[in-house]
């Protein structure tokens, strides 16, 4: 097993990609944390503390949930914003959950408008602009979804969540697999369970950014 | 959109049925069938549920393209078509596969290198076409017999890279190439190489599976990129690539994206190790003496193994199925043991023996060689005379025709 970790950033002015330095993506009915390979509830569990301990929970729907392009793509993309609602409720004031879209994989020149999305190319932009401190990407195509992750990685002290339709992502913080409605709702679920448990981090957070 | 799993056990439009490719390959009856390399790659095209096949035929180096052209005319392939050059072939591939299709082709020697520039970008867009490569010499003056030394081309090109020694590798591994090459977690393409004309042209048993069995079709709405999309990446790229931009989002995302098709050849190991049974076979590694070989030249090292064992000189072998992923531990592993490690190759410049230098410790323990090259044969006694001059035993000189 590969003595590499997945931390929060900044990590490297060019961070390595994980799955070269020998972290291996989850098999079915795991996931991972920090590159540790581990059981989904220790993972709902690490996710939804993770989420109510940020000063800006943030989740970033990609264009497979943003496009009713299936009946599966709309069951989700309702699940996502229960999820959203969620978080809502269950955060402390002072925090500030936001939702915002990868809604396409366009390089955007000469600058993106980093309140309203979130783009692949140029992911820290967002984190940095919002103070993002704890970030779940779904429904971003995996290829895109592991190029955000390495770069906000790089550049962010961000903490990553990945909730992957296909096999996970090991340049994420912490990955599930074979995302569907029912894990989401799982999540959901384990953040209302946690709600009033975990102490947010108001007034250590690093705004995103390298201190 | 159909899912995979839903079509298992339906038929297709010629009344093959989709068959789990676990149970097809491993556990349905096979037919001992004679056939040459080239005639195999057919068999194996017929039940791969291709949907394109674009054709530069090579002859005489191999008839495949030829052959799966009959394929098409009865119905087992979507489309087929013959490219103006090697260049279009592979361009007009990365068409079809950026469209959803399954793709399929093949290529040697010369039109590998004439299509090379198309590789990186079939590696950098995610398109997991599968590309046989009957290799053949490469240089001037043209050779249209086997030399391995095109494979070393496509080894950092972000392909996977297979090296077959037999028609049934050749065979079982078109199909698995498929599966491993379209993982989500994967979905790059496979160069399958193997020695041209050695296993293109000779007929060897074959045991093949049913006639009546396929693969599951490619299922494209898994792939890590959206399929054909003039504004997103990695079409977009294609017209409005990072490089164009000087700046240092560009650049960084360039090279973010560059690991990642190289974390994706690592994602494949676990597949390919699934699929192939380990990326090495082994035999006696607890041997001071071990041979490392890909392609045919593991049958002669084998040959080679056992007239030594004749002469009281025990020799281990490892045979390296992938070249990328790489099998680092493996090698590793294996030779550990070993005084002496000897890598017989069909190529002048001995690329498989720098990669093993590059990987054991105590590198000084690979002998390169011996080399042929050039489309010559390689007899067993080379290698043994190699190896007995290296433990210092008397040996014959083996002079060519003309000495």
């Known amino acids: ?211 | 959109m159909a899912d995979t799993h839903s079509i298992i056990g339906t038929k297709n439009k010629k009344g093959q049925t989709y068959t789990d490719t676990w149970k097809m390959m491993n556990e349905a009856p096979r037919t001992p069938s004679f056939y040459t390399g080239s005639e195999v790659i057919k068999e194996a095209i017929r039940r791969a549920s291709c949907d394109v096949m674009i054709a530069y035929p090579i002859t005489p180096q191999s008839e495949a393209a030829a052959l799966i052209g009959e394929l098409f005319a009865e119905g087992y392939i979507g489309d087929y078509f013959r490219g103006e050059s090697e260049f279009a072939v592979m361009s007009q591939c990365a068409g079809a596969s950026f469209g959803g299709a399954r793709v399929f082709t093949t290529t040697a020697g010369p039109g590998t290198m004439r299509a090379m520039e198309n590789f990186p970008m079939w590696a950098g867009a995610r398109l997991p076409i599968q590309m046989i490569v009957t290799c053949r010499g490469i240089n001037s003056p043209l050779s249209i017999q086997p030399d391995t030394l095109e494979i070393a081309y496509l080894l950092n090109t972000g392909m996977l890279v297979w090296h077959a020694e037999t028609a049934q590798d050749f065979f079982d591994w078109i199909l698995k190439g498929y599966i491993v090459s379209e993982e989500p977690d994967v979905h790059l393409p496979l160069a399958l190489c193997c020695d041209g004309f050695f296993v293109t042209h000779t007929k060897d048993v074959v045991n093949l599976t049913p006639a009546d069995m396929c693969l599951p079709p490619y299922d494209p709405y898994r792939s890590p990129v959206p399929c054909m999309d003039m504004e997103c990446p990695p079409v977009r790229m294609m017209r409005d690539p990072f490089v164009m931009k000087s700046n240092y989002i560009s650049y960084a995302t360039h090279a973010s994206w560059q690991q990642e098709i190289w974390a994706a050849v690592e994602r494949s190991r676990k597949h390919t190790i699934h699929w192939l049974n380990g990326l090495v076979d082994t035999e006696n590694t607890d041997a001071d003496i071990v041979i490392v070989a890909s392609g045919t030249a593991v049958s002669q090292g084998r040959e080679a193994i056992r007239m030594l064992e004749d002469e009281g000189v025990r020799c281990g072998l490892v045979k390296v199925k992938a070249l990328r992923p790489w099998p680092e531990e493996e090698i590793r592993e294996a030779t550990k043991n070993a005084k002496h490690i000897f890598v017989p190759e069909f190529n002048v410049t001995g690329w498989l023996a720098k990669e093993i230098r590059a990987t054991v410790p105590n590198s000084q323990r690979v002998h390169a060689g011996p080399h042929v090259c050039g489309g010559m044969t390689m007899p067993p006694e080379i290698i043994v005379s190699e190896i007995k001059t290296a433990l210092g035993m008397k040996t014959f000189s083996m002079a060519g025709r003309g000495s």
């Open chain 1, 1 to 211: 097993m590969s003595d590499y970790r997945v931390l929060p950033g900044p990590e490297h002015f060019l961070p390595p990609a994980a799955a070269s330095m020998g972290i291996r993506l989850p098999n079915p009915g795991e996931a991972h944390i920090n590159g540790v390979i581990t059981s989904e509830d220790k993972a709902y569990e690490e996710a939804a503390r993770q989420f109510l301990m940020a000063k800006v929970p943030t989740i970033f729907p990609g264009p497979l949930v943003l496009w009713a392009w299936n009946e599966k793509a709309a069951k989700k993309a309702t699940a996502v914003r229960h999820l959203f609602n969620t978080l809502k409720e269950c955060v402390q004031s002072g925090q500030k959950p936001m939702l915002i879209p990868m809604p396409d994989y366009r390089p955007k020149y000469p600058k993106i408008n980093p309140e309203v999305e979130i783009n692949p190319n140029h992911p820290n932009l967002t984190i940095w602009h919002n103070k993002i401190d704890c970030c779940m990407f779904i429904g971003v195509h995996c290829h895109q979804a592991n190029l955000s992750l390495k770069i906000i990685r790089g550049g962010t002290s961000c903490y990553t969540i990945a909730m992957c339709a296909q096999a996970g992502h090991e340049d994420a913080m912490l990955s599930f697999r074979d995302a569907s409605v029912e894990k989401l709702m799982k999540l959901a679920d384990t953040i209302k369970r946690l709600k009033g448990t975990v102490q947010p981090r108001l007034t250590s957070a690093k705004n995103g950014v390298s201190s």
